[in-house]
Nanobody, 125 residues
């Protein structure tokens, strides 16, 4: 059973940093597009944050986080990281890890509807 478990969220002040982790298990994640989405509030749709290709480490980012956030991967540990620097109040959201992403129609999508529990990030001004 494939499982993604996020951790590392918390409350920080604007300008601060956080590092999120996502432990993947129950499947093969080699040659896989993995990444992060976020949801500011339950009534909002999840928005794409960034993607990493597990085999090469090539990354892609949303304009809103480019130059502030960095995605990395430890293939030996099946763990994806999201380093968030220069945090802003508008970064406040529940952050979700995702696997098996694909790019179509100018946007990143998930193959399935599975989501992990997420980890909350709150940035105060």
């Amino acid at each position: 059973q494939r499982q993604l478990v996020e951790s590392g969220g918390g409350a920080v002040q604007a300008g601060g940093s956080l590092r999120l982790s996502c432990k993947a298990s129950g499947g093969s994640y080699s040659s896989n597009f993995m990444g992060w989405f976020r949801q500011p509030a339950p009534e909002n749709q999840r928005e794409w944050v960034g993607t990493i290709y597990s085999s090469t480490g090539v990354t892609y980012y949303a304009d809103s986080v480019k130059d502030r956030f960095t995605i990395s991967i430890d293939n030996a540990e099946n763990t994806v990281y999201l380093q968030m620097n220069s945090l802003k109040p508008e970064d406040t959201a529940m952050y979700y890890c995702a696997a098996n992403l694909f790019f179509r129609g100018g946007a990143w999508h998930k193959v399935d509807d599975y989501w992990g529990p997420g980890t909350q990030v709150t940035v105060s001004s």
